[in-house]
């Protein structure tokens, strides 16, 4: 974006906010939009998977002066807190947890009761409440059985760019964050800015995201005036770019990552491929044994090809994984990694460009 553009998109936009006009006479998407006035806003949240992208976003916005009194880590946990570790890496609760106290920034959790497989065993019953952390503490959100009908999943969410056939993203974080969104009166009278990490580069369907835009959860018309933007700082981004800023900052890259993961979502995330759900078998034995019985009670694989987890495991090359400490940590629940090194120890993960499948599109 050139420096007019800026002006055109960003900065007049926020002066005509300033001077009075009508949200109507604002545009309120914009294509592109890689800098943005962090000082306007009041909030600034960012959605924190643990991968390298919205890593990347915080350090971004790190860079750019960002106030750290105003940002605030979200981390939706998929399988819960229940009992479930159906699908999640174990350590990735804990991760989040050592690398937001690195940076001295809080963390709130939020979370549908019973995660990821509560969710899929949904038989004729209503949607579970939501758990949300805030600076007050936990609250919990009731479902509207009044305005909802009871349904039925008993499958896998499928490999799909449609959100409501991919349902572990809708459910378990997209409708998650919405409703800790809606449901805090902090952010009401207040300026939000809401950051999450996707990356043109990694879809075709992301490749038409726009970068700045109003949130799903913005009221600025209305009676709460609550204004809330969404922003992608690191949408136009290569893996380059990414890698580049963290290891200017001495991040260590994450583990999935380490052990060869081109990108680090779920664990067992329906995306993976064959080489993903091969490693998983080969050094985690009996990982896969609880999403085998389930394609098998389903009468559904997880694929579409209709090929089921243990066939494709065997079709795969796995990894060969030399990173050990990385290895040791996948089957611990405490991440006991240091989060940082120091100056010129920054090592490149065996997962960085390799382009394995493993994560959501």
């Known amino acids: 974006m050139s420096y007019h553009d800026v002006d055109d998109q960003v900065v007049i936009p926020g002066l005509a906010l300033e001077a009075g006009l009508s949200q109507k006479d604002v545009k309120a998407s914009f294509f592109d939009a890689p800098d943005i006035d962090l000082s306007i806003y009041d909030n600034i949240i960012v959605c924190m998977s643990g991968g390298k992208d919205s890593i990347a976003s915080l350090l971004r916005i790190l860079e750019m002066g960002a106030d750290r009194d105003k940002i605030e880590l979200w981390h939706h946990e998929v399988d819960g807190r229940e009992g479930s570790s159906l ?19 809080p963390l709130y959790f939020s979370w549908l009761e019973g995660g990821f497989e509560g969710e899929m065993l949904k038989n004729n019953s209503y949607g579970r409440p939501h758990k949300i952390e805030t600076p007050d503490g936990l609250i919990t959100l009731e ?20 959100l409501q056939t991919r349902w572990c993203s809708s459910a378990l974080k997209i409708d998650v964050g919405r409703r800790a969104l809606n449901n805090q009166a902090r952010f009401n009278g207040k300026k939000v800015l809401f950051i999450t990490g996707e990356r043109r580069e990694e879809s075709a369907n992301r490749a038409r995201y726009s970068q700045l835009e109003r949130h799903a959860c913005d009221r600025r018309e209305g009676r709460l005036a609550r204004h809330v933007d969404a922003w992608r700082p690191v949408l136009a981004w290569s893996e380059e770019q990414v890698w580049d800023i963290i290891a200017r ?112 599109s």
Not at 152 to 160: D, E, G, I, Y
């Open 87 to 105: 699908m999640d890496w174990r350590f990735m609760t804990s991760y989040n947890k050592a690398l937001a106290a690195a940076f001295g920034i």
């Open 143 to 162: 479902r509207d059985t009044t305005r909802a009908r009871p349904s039925t999943r008993l499958k896998f969410p499928q490999v799909s760019a449609n």
């Open 249 to 360: 900052h001495n991040v260590i890259s994450p583990v999935p990552y380490r052990l060869g993961w081109g990108r680090s979502s779920c664990m067992k995330c329906i995306f993976n491929d064959a080489t993903i759900w091969a490693t998983i078998n080969k050094y985690f034995p009996g990982e896969l044994d609880a999403l085998d019985a389930y394609e098998v009670s389903f009468d559904t694989t997880i694929r579409r090809d209709k090929k089921g987890i243990m066939e494709v495991a065997k079709m795969g090359v796995p990894l060969e994984i030399t990173d050990l400490a990385a290895l040791r940590q996948v089957t611990q629940e405490d991440y006991t990694l240091p989060i940082f090194c120091s100056d010129g120890e920054w090592v490149q993960p065996a997962g960085a460009f390799l382009g394995t499948g493993c994560g959501p």
